[in-house]
């Protein structure tokens, strides 16, 4: 498996954990549980993705700005998890943020594996790309 591979994996589960939460409703259970799988979910990806996608990337003038861009949209993304932390699931607010939280996810991970991936793959050797997403994986399994 592929770095491309692994983090297109974990963006699927962000994906489908983000459109539960924007279709169910109030202070459940289940909600509760979904979004604390979320947040552990959004949090790992982004540090084990930074290690172990974004670094190397750094160091090449062709991905260093798309790199630059993607580490500023995980703090963006951060700050709606807080924001999310602070607000009464019952609170129309919270959907409202939920959304706003989804929308700049799919935004992330779209322009990450519609762009970012491409210049990446030119960037990285086949061996990185290997070896990168054992690490990313080895890291998941370790949060």
Do not use: C
């Amino acid at each position: 498996m592929d770095i491309f591979t692994a983090l297109r994996s974990d963006h699927d589960k962000q994906r489908f954990l983000m459109k539960i939460l924007v279709d169910t409703s109030g202070d459940s259970a289940s909600r509760r549980d979904f979004f604390a799988e979320l947040k552990i979910q959004l949090a790992d990806h982004a540090t084990a993705e930074e290690r172990y996608f974004y670094a190397p990337l750094l160091k090449s003038d062709n991905t260093v700005q798309l790199t630059r861009h993607g580490i500023a949209e995980h703090h963006e993304i951060d700050e709606l998890v807080e924001d999310l932390e602070q607000t009464a699931m019952t609170a129309p607010e919270w959907l409202k943020t939920m959304k706003a939280l989804q929308h700049k996810v799919l935004h992330h991970i779209d322009e990450e594996e519609r762009e970012f991936f491409q210049q990446a793959g030119k960037v990285l050797s086949p061996t990185q790309k290997i070896e990168l997403a054992a690490e990313y994986q080895k890291e998941m399994k370790a949060e």
